[in-house]
């Protein structure tokens, strides 16, 4: 297996208090850095507050093993939130600088790890006739975007329609957190949400959920070369 940890490739990780309690919550960022033993990450995806310094996080990328995505982690602290971090480029962006506590091991993926929905993926989700901006979806919840037409808090329910392949499902969803990203011209006017699917195991909805998943890892390895 190799170990690819190296700048410029997409790591993904939660809070590892949320880890322990089974609630795989992901932050999407990338890698800008490695020295030794610490890393700089983009800012993430949603973005970290300062009540995150110090606290520990289990950090996840893909590398490949027999030719095949395999998903490691490890732990690590966070040390700092970086406004202007210069890139290559000279560019100045935010960052977090990260200090790694622990060794790389295998992650558990669990049927809640969270997979990014490519632009031309045919996943489309709504929400009473309105469709939805889907950024990442997993067979636990999603994370969405939507504008002014809609109204959602946090702990609200929302049923929502999912449709892949001609086939369409009604998941009841309840939403988890609500926020509004910086000022970014790209995303002006957009609101994101993270949802959580309610659905009991075994069932036709959860099954669906199951195929997406799975063709959603056949797309990535696609494009990723790994097929």
């Known amino acids: 297996m190799k170990n690819e940890l190296r700048p410029g490739i997409g790591a993904d990780f939660l809070f590892r208090s949320d880890y322990l309690k089974d609630n795989l919550y992901f932050m999407h960022s990338l890698i800008f850095d490695i020295s030794q033993d610490k890393l700089i990450l983009s800012q993430s995806t949603p973005p970290l507050r300062a009540s995150s310094l110090n606290q520990e996080i289990l950090l996840t990328y893909l590398a490949k093993q027999d030719g095949r995505p395999v998903r490691l982690s490890f732990l690590a602290r966070i040390v700092k939130l970086i406004r202007d971090y210069e890139l290559a480029s000279r560019n100045r962006v935010p960052a977090i600088l990260v200090q790694r ?117 056949r797309e990535f390895m696609m494009r990723s070369g790994f097929v």
Do not use: C
């Not at 993926?109 to 993926?121: A, E, I």
């Not at 996943?123 to 979806?137: E, P, S, T």
């Not at 109204?151 to 009841?172: C, D, F, Q, S």
């Not at 994101?192 to 063709?215: D, M, N, W, Y």
């Open 101 to 217: 506590t622990g060794d790389t091991v295998p992650f558990e993926v669990r049927l809640h790890y969270r997979l990014k929905v490519p632009s031309r993926s045919d996943l489309k989700v709504a929400y009473q006739g309105h469709l939805l901006n889907l950024y990442d979806i997993s067979i636990g919840g999603a994370l969405l975007g939507y504008g002014k037409l809609i109204h959602w808090k946090a702990n609200m329910r929302a049923p929502l329609t999912i449709e892949m392949g001609g086939h369409m499902y009604p998941v009841e969803a309840v939403v988890l957190r609500v926020w509004t990203p910086p000022s970014v011209k790209w995303l002006q006017n957009v609101t994101f949400a993270a949802v959580k699917f309610i659905h009991t195991g075994g069932s036709p909805t959860e099954r669906f959920l199951e195929e997406v998943i799975l063709q959603l890892q």
